[in-house]
């Protein structure tokens, strides 16, 4: 089992920069995959950006490659998403999610059923 707890959401203005914090409890936290989604009233949660256990592996939405930024700190159970140039559309609640990575170190998930473990959500609002 593992437990996320997002934070560092808030409201920034457009062109601004935000970053979030996941941290994990347990001690097998780089045994597991972990990644970003989002969710914006009326629309499905949808992926931003994974990270492969090592964090040798990443992979990113077309809508934020080249803005945002994951990575992680095994030492510190912690994954973060840095996310830069932010628009309108980034507005949505922010979700960490993690699987256990039975296979190689370098898998990373895309999409929602990967995903074994939610956090709660922090919500990120991006003014125009």
């Known amino acids: 089992q593992v437990r996320l707890v997002e934070s560092g959401g808030g409201l920034v203005q457009a062109g601004g920069s935000l970053r979030l914090s996941c941290a994990a409890s347990?001690?097998?936290?780089?045994?597991?995959?972990m990644g970003w989604f989002r969710q914006s009233p009326g629309k499905v949660r949808e992926f931003v950006a994974g990270i492969s256990r090592s964090g040798g592996s990443t992979d990113y939405a077309d809508s934020v490659k080249g803005r945002f930024t994951i990575s992680r700190d095994n030492a510190e159970n912690t994954v973060y998403l840095q996310m830069n140039s932010l628009k309108a559309e980034d507005t949505a609640v922010y979700y960490c999610?993690?699987?256990?990575?039975?296979?190689?170190?370098?898998?990373?998930?895309?999409?929602?059923?990967?995903?074994?473990?939610w956090g709660q959500g922090t919500q990120v609002t991006v003014s125009s």
């Open positions: 999610a993690a699987f256990f990575s039975w296979g190689g170190t370098a898998r990373v998930g895309v999409e929602r059923k990967d995903y074994d473990y």
């Open positions: 347990g001690r097998t936290f780089s045994r597991y995959a």
